[in-house]
């Protein structure tokens, strides 16, 4: 039950290329983001798309795959956990960035 704390699945579609960092010590860092869609019909009748935006974050092994796989565009299920972090920036002003540690990744469908 510990593992459903703090547990994200989402299906989405890059929105743009993975970002691959190599780090010091041979470590590799990917970040890109996914939009999912949500379709419902508004009070008069019209169907609406909500999309949202999705900040990832995969690390190692997991980052390797993205970097290989996945390109803009792509459909992507993913599971991670939810971080919410704060930095200051350089003029000193608290920002707030919320990501998703990517656990796991899966393409769905072909590479384009």
Known sequence: MYSLKNKVNLIGNLGSDPEIKDLDGGKKLAKFSIATNETYTNNQGEKVTDTQWHNLVAWGKTAEIAGKLLLKGSE?????????????????????????????LLLIGDRK
Request: charged share 30%.
């Open 76 to 104: 992507v299920a993913i599971e991670g956990k939810l971080v919410h972090n704060s930095y200051t920036d350089k003029d000193g002003n608290k920002k707030y960035a919320t990501e998703i540690i990517v656990n796991e």
